[in-house]
């Protein structure tokens, strides 16, 4: 069993926290970490920072923490400031600014933290510009997020509000919806991301048949009828230019449910497909169960014996699957 005089973890040392941890955790305990996307006045500070005056070698970031009955933390540092062994000024003003602080003497010490104070609350708010993953917020909702919706173009809630999806997975996609084109390897990794799937593939090109509406059609001797230019037999056409098939492989049972036209996750893939395309062309749905998920008709069980979804009369094809008719 370990003895009183074994050695502390790093986490239980004091002077081993760094000084942009000890600032997170703190305005983290307080409940006031909104305070860091404002800018506030001197009084409404949570943290008063200062210097420490001493010369000689730190062996820490931070020299004191302590809390005044205010409620106002006051920190003191040693790898920044105008006095002190970090100190860019001359030697012969440092040692009387050191003397001063060794004897407890407020003095000049007090009136430099002022600019300390300042330098070191902007080093603090460069330091989380640059740190996303620090600044972030649950559903997105710091500024900086706030930023990269708008070029997705959800930065309006009520927008957001018709994805039925975790929007906060789009923003690691805000490159690439932000241009202008989508290939199908960006189309399917997004989809496969935002709702959480192994198995995406996107089939392009697939055929399709397109009425002429009535006025574009041709009429002899009246409109549309100049050979090799307006000229078309028919009232459709065939093409295969402007549709493609989105494919979801190795579904569980549950997850196929969920993406049939009944399900709960069809309209929202339906939606979010609608939303990322810049071209709105038609779109097929292939859903394929995993092999181990595929089971026999069972007239008593209500998921084998869906007509047209999940039930199989004799021999069970490989690789079952049900295509539906989303946009034509």
């Given at each position: 069993?370990?003895?009183?005089?074994?050695?502390?973890?790093?986490?239980?040392?004091?002077?081993?926290?760094?000084f942009?941890?000890?600032?997170?955790?703190?305005?983290?305990?307080?409940?006031?970490?909104?305070?860091?996307?404002?800018?506030?006045?001197?009084?409404?500070?949570?943290?008063?920072?200062?210097?420490?005056?001493?010369?000689?070698?730190?062996?820490?970031?931070?020299t004191?923490?302590?809390?005044?009955?205010?409620?106002?933390?006051?920190?003191?540092?040693?790898?920044?400031?105008?006095?002190?062994?970090?100190?860019?000024?001359?030697?012969?003003?440092?040692?009387?600014?050191?003397?001063?602080?060794?004897?407890?003497e407020?003095?000049?010490?007090?009136f430099?933290?002022?600019?300390?104070?300042?330098?070191?609350?902007?080093?603090?708010?460069?330091?989380?510009?640059?740190?996303?993953?620090?600044?972030?917020?649950?559903?997105?909702?710091?500024?900086?997020?706030?930023?990269?919706?708008?070029?997705?173009?959800?930065?309006?809630?009520?927008?957001?509000?018709?994805?039925?999806?975790?929007h906060t997975?789009?923003?690691?996609?805000?490159?690439?919806?932000?241009?202008?084109?989508?290939?199908?390897?960006?189309?399917?990794?997004?989809?496969?991301?935002?709702?959480?799937?192994?198995?995406?593939?996107?089939?392009?090109?697939?055929?399709?048949?397109?009425?002429?509406?009535?006025?574009?059609?041709?009429?002899?001797?009246?409109?549309?009828?100049?050979?090799?230019?307006?000229?078309?037999?028919?009232?459709?056409?065939?093409?295969c230019?402007?549709?493609?098939?989105?494919?979801?492989?190795?579904l569980s049972i549950?997850?196929?449910?969920?993406?049939?036209?009944?399900?709960d996750?069809?309209?929202?893939?339906?939606?979010?497909?609608?939303?990322?395309?810049?071209?709105?062309?038609?779109?097929?749905?292939?859903?394929?169960?995993?092999?181990?998920?595929?089971?026999?008709?069972?007239?008593?069980?209500?998921?084998?014996?869906?007509?047209?979804?999940?039930?199989?009369?004799?021999?069970?094809?490989?690789?079952p699957?049900?295509?539906?008719?989303?946009?034509?």
């Open positions: 069993m370990a003895n009183e005089n074994r050695s502390a973890l790093a986490d239980i040392v004091p002077e081993k926290y760094n942009y941890q000890l600032l997170e955790l703190i305005y983290k305990n307080e409940g006031k970490q909104d305070y860091l996307d404002k800018e506030l006045s001197p009084d409404d500070e949570l943290i008063c920072f200062s210097a420490s005056g001493s010369l000689a070698f730190p062996h820490s970031d931070l004191s923490l302590y809390q005044n009955d205010d409620g106002r933390f006051h920190l003191a540092i040693n790898f920044l400031g105008l006095q002190g062994s970090q100190s860019p000024l001359p030697g012969f003003y440092l040692e009387p600014l050191a003397w001063e602080y060794s004897q407890d407020a003095g000049l010490n007090n430099l933290d002022l600019f300390n104070h300042r330098d070191v609350t902007l080093l603090h708010r460069i330091w989380r510009k640059y740190r996303y993953y620090i600044s972030f917020k649950d559903r997105g909702n710091d500024p900086f997020s706030q930023r990269m919706f708008a070029l997705v173009g959800l930065e309006k809630a009520a927008i957001r509000g018709t994805l039925n999806v975790n997975k789009m923003l690691a996609y805000a490159g690439m919806l932000s241009g202008t084109s989508r290939s199908q390897e960006v189309l399917s990794g997004i989809i496969a991301h935002c709702f959480d799937l192994s198995d995406v593939n996107i089939n392009p090109l697939q055929p399709r048949i397109v009425p002429i509406p009535e006025d574009q059609q041709t009429n002899l001797g009246i409109s549309n009828s100049q050979l090799g230019d307006t000229f078309v037999i028919g009232d459709y056409l065939h093409d230019s402007s549709k493609f098939t989105l494919c979801l492989g190795n549950k997850r196929y449910l969920s993406f049939l036209p009944t399900g996750n069809y309209q929202p893939l339906k939606n979010f497909v609608s939303f990322i395309l810049r071209d709105q062309f038609a779109f097929d749905i292939t859903l394929s169960l995993a092999s181990d998920q595929i089971t026999t008709m069972n007239l008593s069980d209500d998921v084998s014996c869906l007509l047209g979804w999940t039930s199989f009369i004799g021999e069970v094809p490989v690789n699957n049900v295509t539906i008719c989303v946009r034509e």
